[in-house]
């Protein structure tokens, strides 16, 4: 009786917070779903009304921006490919550092990675200034490429790799290595499918990370052309219910990714097992 | 020169451990070569090194004609089972075989043909398709030997890889991984600890003992004529009785027995060994042994007892005897079946 008071209990809390985070972002998107007339007069919405199609096809498809040149779905765009980018290449480069730190015998491999992960102390708002002297010498303000490498070197992503390659045993190596694999080979055969549901966390946290970049950005672009999403959020100007719709479609591609690439990271953990 | 050639090696490890002295050892094309000692005699770090997993700090090891010191892992041709087996867990069984054919630029039918052989040699064509991680202790140790032989390597290297089975299984498996190096015929170097183990499989044994080979030679030869303490002591089981006792002039005094007319010049203090299979029951014999306790083994009966003040001494006697607690046996040493080492060095002398 007293368990099912306490489970009764702790589901009543739990209760409570999923409606704490479900019901605004429910009223956003019902909201985003009347007319301006209606939020203006009558305040926030629970229920859907029938302005859905309108909002979000005219968010989409209007020119923003103070040139009026850029497109909520070119955003979007901007958006995926900066995230995806600093994803892919931030797994790629923290993979191979942690190759290199855990099994070349560098003699000071500890010490470099100390001072690697001591770079989490230094956040990117810190070296923004000189970071992006750096890009405008190059010529990379205002492209793909300025927006992404800057900021795709993870030292977290690197601690997590060392800390699972040297889980793994050396026999490991040492029968792949009398088996005639060389230094790639061993990379790419055995820790990359070893590590792959690692590599799936950090692809989703890393484009997470990616796609919430803000002060990056805004700094690197001058172009209207190279504007993402979380800039969108700030510049949109117009109507109330549009600036819903967007920030309701703004938490899309997030989700969309973890529930895209969950679907490996559960298989990897139960085949691993 | 024959196929191993091992001239002086010597490990020295970075901390400043030395694993292995000036070690000379030269095995023959087929050849089952077995390395015992107890643990941390560096029998797997003389392994490792002819592997190519262990830089050799002095010394030289060619293979097959060709000094390999230099020459990496990879390229030795040699093969390892490794305690743990080392599987690769992400690969199923046919790709653990294949690995190292895939490695060699072999093309896929040959490949396929190749494993396929060795599956079926080691009764494994029916977990192909399997993880390691869904097969039992020894499925997995004939997968570890399949990955062995399906590269048909110049030499096999084992590091205990019975020692990780239960008593049964390893027996079977020892009797298998002969039966097995005979059919392939490829030289082969088994490291273990267990000397039944050692005995049973070695075409030759080397005993090793704090990085030093004590003796190398037949299981037979090493039983029968061990050239120190430590050989005399690790090799046979049950141990063989050590008694402190004195040569002079050619006469042993034990305790409370002596013996005449030594084949030995040595004068001073000994250690007198005798193996509890070579003692025999008669009337007034040498030794009268106080019983202690018996273990019945069915076949014959292991008998533990006091000479004097030497306690927990053991004679091995017929199974169909009855001998109880309490008992006095009287006990000869068959003729010549004594082994005396001097007590400071543990040589041999006579
Ligand atoms: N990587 C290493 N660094 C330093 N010392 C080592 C290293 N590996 C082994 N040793 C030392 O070298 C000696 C021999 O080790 P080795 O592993 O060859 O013993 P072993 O005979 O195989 O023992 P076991 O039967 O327990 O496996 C030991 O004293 C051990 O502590
Ligand atoms: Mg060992």
């Given amino acids: 009786m007293t368990r099912l008071i306490t489970s009764g209990f702790s589901h009543f809390i739990l209760f409570i917070g999923i409606l704490i985070m479900i019901v605004p972002v429910w009223m956003i998107f019902a909201s985003s779903t009347h007319t301006g007339l209606i939020i203006n007069t009558q305040g926030l919405q629970m229920f859907l009304g029938d302005s859905f199609y309108e909002n979000y096809l005219r968010v989409l498809l209007y020119k923003g921006g103070f040139f009026k040149e850029i497109t909520a779905l070119k955003m979007f765009l901007n958006s995926f490919i900066m995230a995806t980018g600093v994803a892919i290449l931030s797994v790629i480069t923290s993979l191979m550092a942690a190759y ?72 490991l190596l040492e029968s792949a290595k009398l088996d005639g694999a060389n230094t790639w080979r061993f990379f ?65 591609p997030p989700i969309l990714i973890i529930i895209v690439l969950q679907k490996h990271f559960i298989k990897g953990v139960f085949q691993d097992k | 020169m024959s196929f191993l050639d091992l001239k002086n090696v010597t490990k020295i490890y970075p901390n400043g451990t030395k694993a292995v002295h000036e070690t000379s050892l030269s095995i023959n094309e087929g050849e089952f070569m077995v390395f015992v000692g107890p643990s941390g005699c560096g029998k797997s770090t003389l392994l490792r090194m002819v592997a190519g997993l262990e830089d050799i700090t002095e010394g030289h090891i060619n293979l097959d004609g060709k000094l390999i ?62 993880k390691p991680s869904m097969l039992s202790g020894g499925q997995r140790q004939r997968v570890a030997m399949g990955r062995a032989i399906v590269r048909n390597p110049k030499i096999f290297l084992f590091d205990e890889p019975l020692s990780n089975l239960d008593a049964k299984l390893r027996i079977q498996m020892r009797l298998e991984i002969k039966k097995l190096q005979q059919k392939v015929g490829v030289t082969s170097i088994f490291v273990t600890h267990d000397q039944v183990e050692a005995m049973t499989l070695a075409d030759r044994l080397a005993v090793i003992n704090d990085g030093i080979i004590e003796q190398l030679g037949t299981p037979i030869e090493i039983y029968n004529n061990p050239k120190s303490l430590f050989v005399a002591g690790f090799i046979g089981s049950p141990q063989m009785n050590f008694l402190d006792a004195n040569l002079n002039n050619k006469t042993l005094s034990a305790e409370n027995f002596e013996i005449k007319n030594i084949e030995s010049d040595y004068n001073g203090e000994v250690t007198l060994g005798i193996r509890p299979e070579h003692l025999i029951e008669t009337e007034n014999g040498l030794i009268n042994l106080k019983v202690e306790l018996v273990e019945q083994l069915g076949s014959d009966n292991l008998v533990y007892g006091q000479i004097k003040n030497i306690k927990d001494f053991c004679y091995r006697s017929p199974g169909n005897q009855t001998i109880k607690k309490g008992d006095t046996l009287s006990l000869n040493i068959e003729e010549n079946k004594y082994y005396i080492f001097d007590k400071s060095t543990g040589k041999r002398v006579n």
């Fill in chain 1, 100 to 171: 290199a730190l855990v099994y070349f015998r560098t003699k000071y491999a500890t010490l470099l990675f100390w001072m690697i992960f001591v770079t989490i102390l230094v956040p990117l708002e810190l070296r923004i200034f000189p970071t992006y002297s750096v890009m405008a010498e190059l010529n990379l303000v205002n492209s793909y490429f300025g927006l992404i490498v800057p900021i795709s070197a993870s030292a977290i992503a690197t601690l997590f790799f060392r800390q699972f390659y040297k889980t793994v045993p050396d026999e």
């Fill in chain 2, 69 to 130: 010191n230099e020459v990496d892992p990879s390229e030795r041709d040699v093969a390892m089972v490794f305690q743990n087996y080392a599987l690769y867990p992400h690969m199923n069984v046919y790709n653990n075989l294949a690995y190292g054919l895939k490695n060699r630029g072999i093309d896929k039918e040959t490949i396929e043909q190749k494993v396929n052989d060795a599956a079926k040699l080691l009764q494994i064509s029916d977990f192909l398709q399997r």
């Fill in chain 1, 188 to 252: 790419i055969d055995f820790l990359l499918p070893l590590s792959k549901t690692m590599i799936v966390a950090m692809l989703i946290f890393m484009f997470v990370f990616g796609y919430n970049q803000y002060l990056w950005p805004l700094l690197v672009t001058s172009s209207e052309q190279y504007w993402t999403v979380v800039m969108g959020l700030k510049m949109m100007s117009g109507s109330i219910v549009h600036r819903f719709a967007f920030v309701m479609m703004s938490m899309v």
